[in-house]
């Protein structure tokens, strides 16, 4: 079965002032859907078609670089797609399950956005920074190169991505330029803790 590209659950321009409409429009109809159209191709006729794309990350490392990337893409955008809503923003309270998790791993809020945002500032060159869940269910920060996640094999700290952030310049260079520091900060009023809360659930369940 191939892999679908997912609807956004909100308007091209709904994330605005945040991220432009322009930015979201391309990211979507031609950076996300060219990763899913090449995941199809690359995986079409073979016994990784049958398999779940969290099934295809875990051994990543063994399918090549075209599923790799394509996979790694396919599935941190729609990751990425959901856990931003125009009704984003804030912080989760100390009491939801969520809220009390980051504060026990963290200290604080504050500074779990600081270990997130550095970790998006410092990815050097294309990438993405993650909150994660542990196998052994505790919250980390971690960054990635290209479109690889923390769901692959390959990854230097492996877990369960619970929120993402795409710090590709094709994510943000329209409207922010060079100014990364800028869109990482916007980031923070577009986050809907509502679905990272569900992330979190469905991650320590398992
Ligand atoms: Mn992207």
């Known amino acids: 079965m191939a892999f679908k590209l997912p609807k956004l659950p909100y308007e091209y321009g709904d994330l605005m002032p945040h991220i432009d409409k322009r930015t979201m429009t391309i990211h979507h109809t031609k950076h996300h859907n060219g990763y899913t159209t090449k995941l199809n191709a690359a995986i079409e006729g073979t016994d990784l078609a049958k398999k779940s794309i969290e099934d295809i990350l875990k051994k990543a490392s063994t399918h090549g670089a075209a599923v790799r990337n394509n996979g790694g893409g396919f599935y941190n955008h729609s990751l990425f797609w959901k856990v931003m809503s125009p009704k984003g923003g804030g912080q989760p309270s100390a009491k939801s399950k969520i809220g009390a998790a980051i504060n026990k791993d963290f200290g604080s809020f504050e500074k779990f956005k600081d270990a997130f945002s550095a970790a998006a500032k410092t990815q050097f060159g294309s990438g993405w920074a993650w909150l994660c869940v542990s196998n052994r269910g505790k919250l980390f920060v971690t960054g990635t190169p290209n479109q ?18 795409d710090v590709w310049e094709h994510a943000y260079y329209l409207k922010y330029q060079n ?18 809360a569900q992330n979190y659930s469905a991650a320590t369940k398992k």
């Open 179 to 196: 100014k990364r520091p800028d869109y990482v900060e916007a980031f923070f009023n577009v986050i809907n803790w509502k679905q990272v």
């Open 148 to 165: 690889d996640n923390p769901l692959m094999d390959c990854a230097e700290k492996k877990g369960t991505p619970i929120l993402g952030l």
